[in-house]
């Protein structure tokens, strides 16, 4: 498997409902970062977690890093139907990011 | 701020042509990136730059070539193009650190016949 990966693949809810991702890696880490692609267009920068944190907030979303099993969640809370989005956590080991391939997010009205 | 811009955002090649894709930041940026992005795959890195006049290989960089001559812009280039290479491509660009947030272009889409 990839350092990063994420799970499950493919995610849909209704809009309203919480949606939570996992993202697991292999090597130890600097950060972990959450990034969200739009159909067609590039990625976002979601929310950063260093490896000496364990839960960051911003805004609907939360993040919790937990590196003893190598693995962090983000978690979107009252989802929109504009969330609908592909989701990539990307962990940082040395100089450069390796992504994971991604959960496709479906918030449906 | 344009923030990171790509062009072209889309181009058909015949196998062996090659074409220069352009990325460019308005930020000051030290650190530039370019992925290759496959269907079912996350991103992967072709060549990175951690400053004017200096790049250096990632995952995936054979077939590329790449340049650094301002710092604001970042060339990848396809000498000849494979079907291989047929993906979409993504710059992206960071303050200092590799591992800091990184801002990324809208993407190229290539198709190699």
């Known amino acids: 498997s990839q350092q990063g990966e994420e799970d499950p693949q493919a995610l849909s809810i209704q809009e309203g409902e919480n949606a939570t991702m996992n993202c697991s890696y292999k090597?130890?880490?600097?950060?972990l970062q959450w990034y969200r692609q739009n159909s067609g267009r590039g990625l976002v920068h979601l929310i950063l977690i260093r490896s000496n944190e364990r839960e960051k907030h911003s805004g609907r979303l939360r993040v919790t890093l937990d590196t003893s099993k190598k693995s962090s969640s983000l978690l979107i809370t009252a989802s929109r139907a504009a969330d609908t989005a592909s989701y990539f956590c990307a962990t940082a080991a040395g100089q450069n990011f390796v992504f994971g391939p991604g959960t496709r997010l479906s918030v449906l009205p | 701020n344009a923030g990171v811009t790509q062009t072209p955002k889309f181009r058909v090649l015949k196998t062996g042509q090659s074409m220069t894709l352009l990325c460019a930041q308005d930020?000051?940026?030290?650190?530039m990136y370019w992925y290759r992005q496959d269907p079912g795959m996350g991103l992967r890195l072709i060549h990175y730059s951690v400053g004017e006049g200096t790049t250096a290989k990632g995952e995936v960089p054979d077939g590329y070539n790449v340049s650094r001559l301002k710092k604001q812009n970042f060339l990848l280039g396809l000498e000849s193009a494979a079907p291989s290479q047929t993906s979409v491509y993504f710059c992206?660009?960071?303050?200092?650190?590799?591992?800091?947030?990184?801002?990324f272009g809208p993407g190229t889409r290539l198709t190699v016949l």
């Open positions: 090597t130890s880490i600097n950060n």
């Open positions: 992206a660009s960071s303050y200092v650190r590799g591992t800091d947030t990184q801002y």
């Open positions: 930020m000051n940026h030290e650190y």
